[in-house]
C-alpha cells in the first residue's frame, strides 16, 4: 500500500531541516524524513485484530509538530515509541479484514479508532491503570507483541491514518452509528482529549473560564464548555482573526485577539473587576481572576500568564479552580513565582479513556457519539481544510501554517472518497446495511 | 507606660538592626563581592546594612512592642541576603526599602497601646508575620482575610503601611505620622506588632521551640495541600528546616507509612532518619532517579535522550526546593495523576516537563500558612502549632541548631552558607546573648 513514512535518521533529519529552510513544502522530499512510499499491507497482529481501510485522517498538533521536527531533544516520551511511523491517529475507515475472534465489527463496518496502544491491544494481562479503564496512562507501552507506541502512529507496528491501510486491535475501533456523518466521527479524538481536560477540572456553575488557544483543542473546549456545562463564561485567546470568528461561533462570550502577553492579564482584570499588581509598571498579575484555564497551547508564555491570571486558591473547596494543560510544547523557563505565591494548581491532561459524565461511565468515543445522536454538540464546523491524501504536503503546511489559510482542523481523505471530498456522505446510513462491499 | 523591665531605654534610644537597602550601587557592589565569597553579601558598605535607628514607638492604639527574644533566618530572607531573586519576580512590587530583615520571631509584649485587648504586657507571643487588612487598618477587610485566607489578602500595598506582604519586607514608615519612628523588622531588639498578628505561647512551650512556628506551619500548610493516606509512599525533596518538618507532619500527624527524603549533604541522611524518614537518598538526576525507581519497584522508561522516567515510583512528592532539576525528577519519579506540592522557591529555569502532561500530574504551589482546615475544624496555623507542640504531637525544639547575637551576623550568615560543614538546621538571632558581646 501506499504510505507516508517517518524516518529516524540524523542524516535525513538534516536534509530537510536545510531544505525545509527555503521551502516550507521542501521538509518533505525523497532524501528527507517524511516521504510517501510503497510499504508492505499492514498484516493482522492477532486474531482479535482487523485491518480498516482509511477514509478520512485528521491532522493532529502532535502529527504535524513532528513532521516539522518541532521537538526538544531531551523529551522523555522517545521512550516510549519506535521508528519508522506512519503518522496520522484521527483516523475513520471501513473494515476490510477481520481475524476469526473479532466480533464487535465486521467487514464492511464503517469505524472510528480509538489509537491508544494498551495492555489490551498488546495481548497482556491488564496492568494497574488498565485494569480500571485509565488506558492512557498504562504501564505496558512497550512491551508485548506490539513494538513500543503510545498510540496507532508511533509504534513501528501501529501504522497510522497517513497510510492506505490502518492495523487495529477490535478493541480500537467503534463503530460510527447510524445518523453521525464522516467529519463528525473523524473529529471524535479532539474532542476527547478536549473534553477529558475539562473532566480533570470541571467547572463549576457560574465559573468564569479561559480557553487559551484556538485551535482544534480550543475549539472543542470552548464547546464543550458552552453546550455541556450551565452557566460558563467562557474567555478565548485567540492568535488569529480567522480563530477569533471561529471561537465566537462556538459561543465564547469574550475573545481576545492577538493581544500581547501582558495585555490579556490588564484586560482579565478589567473583565473580572480586579486589582492589578505591578513591579515598575511593567509585568502585571492578579491576584484575583479567573476559576479556570485550560490551556490548549502549553507552551512557557501560556503558562506564565495562566498563572498571573488565575484566582489564588480560596479555601472553599468547592470553588477551587485550576489550570489544565492539554497542549503540548517543548520546555522553557516561565516565571512561576505566582504559582506557589497563588497556591495554583497545574494539572496535565493527556488523551481520553473511560470517563465519568453527568452519572454515566463510558468509553469517551461512546460519550461523544451519544451527545451527538441527542443534538447537543456538534464540532463539525472546525474542520475548514479538506485534502487528499496525494496532497498531503500541502496538507501539513496547511496545518501548521494556519495563519495563512486561515485554517481550523485539516482533514485527508484518502481513495474513492476523495471524489465525494465536499459531500457530507452520512456514514451511519451505509451501515444500516450492514453489507460488505 | 513605663515597664520594669525595659531596662535598655535607659541607656538610650537608639538599637542596632540589620536592613536591607535598595540602592544600585550597593547591590552591584554587593552583588560582585558576593560572587568570590558568600561573606561579600553583608560586608559594610553593601545591600545588606548593620546600622543604629532609633527605638520604634507604637504606631497606634492597636499597635504592641515586642521585645525580641529570637529571630530566625527564613530562606526567603538569605534568599534577600544573597540577592538570589529573579529580575522579573512579580513580588518585587510587594516590598518596599529600606526595611529591617526578618519575620520569624517571638519575645515578650514590653508595650501596649490604648486599644490592646488580646494581650498584655509581658505576655510570651509568637507573631504571625503577614501585614494584612487589619495591621495595614483598613476595614472592612478583604474578603480574602474574611475566609482566613491572608497570605492571599488584596491590601498588601495599601493602608497606613508601605507595600509589603509580611514583617521583614516593609519600609519602616506609617503613612498617617511620617515622623513616627517605627520598625517593622524582626532582626532588631524591638519590633512593632498589630495586636491581631500576637499569638500567644503556652507556658508549657519554650521560645526554642515557638521560634520554629513559621517554618513548621510552612510545611503543615503543604502537607495539607497534598493530604496523604497512610499507606502511601510519600517523597520529601530536601532535607532542610521545611523537609525535616514535612517529615516530621507526614509521620506525626497523617501516618504516613514510608516517608522518604532527599538529602545533599552527608550528614542528612543520619539527620532525615532521626526526624521519621524511612530512608534517604544520597544523589540528584539519573541516579537518583533510578534509585527511588529501584526502591519503589517501578519500571524505569528510558527515552533516546535526556532522563529516564517512570509512570510509577511514589505516590506524592513534597518538594521544598522547587527547583527545575527538582521538578525534573519529581514528574518522572511520581506515581501517574499523583500530586507535587512545593514550598520551595528557587529562581525559575526551564525544566523537562513532557511526564508532567502524560502522567496527569498535579502540580500544586504552596504560601505560607493562615486559617487551616485540619482533622475536621479550622484553626490558625499558628495557634494550631501551639497545641500540637503543647500535647507532644510535634517535636521540633531540635530543629534550632545555632543561635548568635545580632552583632555576630557575619558568623550567622557564614553558618547559614556552609551547611554541609555547620549542619545547621535553623538559626535564629538571640537577643537575650546581646549584653555578652559587648
Redesign the interface.
Known sequence: MHAIVFDYKMKRFAISYVLGKFHKKWYFTRLGHMREVEVADPPLHGDDWLVFRTQYCGLCGSDFKQSFLEG?????????ISFPQVLGHEVVGIVEKVGPKVTRVKVGDQVTLYANLCCIPRDLPLC??CEVG?F????NL?EGKIAPGIHTGNSRDALGGFGELVPAHETMVYKIPEGITWQQAVLADPFGVAFHAIL?APPFPGATCVVYGCGTLGMNSIHVLKRLYKDIKVIAIAKYPHQADMARNFGADIIYLNLKPYDVVKNIAKEVGC?T????KK?P?L??GVDFIYDTV?S?ETMEIGI?IIK?????PKKQGAIV??G?HS????????????????????AFATEDFEGIRQHLIDHYFRLLLAKRIDPTPIITHTFPVSEWKEALVTARFKQHRNAGKVVMVHGSNSMALASDAVAGEKNRGGDTK | MSQPMNQSETHDDKMNVIQFEFNIWKLMKSKLRGRKNPSGYWKPGGAIVYKQIPKPVLPGEDWIILKTVYCGICGSDFTEVTLKG?P???????ISTPHTIGHEMVGIVDKVGAKVTRVKVGDRIAVYPVLTCKPRGISPECQ?CQ???F??C?NF?KGNLAPGMILGTVKNQIKNDTSKNVNFGGYAPYVCVHESQAIKIPNELSFDEAVLVDPVTVALHSCL?LDPKPDQTILVYGVGMIGLASIMILKNLFHVKHVLGVGRFPFHEEQAKRYGADHVFMSSGQKLIEEIAAYTNA?L?????????S??GVDGIIDTI?A?FSFEVGV?ILK??STLV????ST????????????????????GA??E?FEGKDHHAYELYMELVKNKRLNPAALLTHKFPLDQYDTAFNTVASEAKTKRIKVAFDFTAQSQQK
Open positions: 526538544n531533544k531531551d523529551n522523555a516520551m522517545t521512550g516510549l494497574s491503570a485509565d492512557l496512562l498504562c504501564r512497550t480533570k486589582e499588581y505591578f513591579y515598575n509585568k498579575w491576584m484575583e502549553g512557557a498571573r489564588a486558591r480560596p479555601r472553599d494543560i492539554s503540548v520546555p522553557h523557563r516561565f516565571e512561576w513565582t505566582p504559582w506557589f505565591y497563588k497556591d495554583v494548581n497545574i494539572i496535565g491532561s493527556n | 529573579a522579573d519576580n512579580p513580588l518585587r512590587g510587594f480574602r475566609e482566613g485566607d497570605n492571599h488584596a500595598t495541600h519500571k522508561i528510558i527515552p533516546l535522550n535526556g532522563l529516564k522516567w509512570m510509577d522547587g527545575s518522572r501517574s495523576k512545593f514550598t520551595g522557591v525559575p529555569a526551564r525544566f523537562e516537563w513532557t511526564p508532567w502532561y502524560f502522567k496527569e500530574i498535579n502540580i500544586i504551589g504552596s504560601n493562615g486559617i482546615t
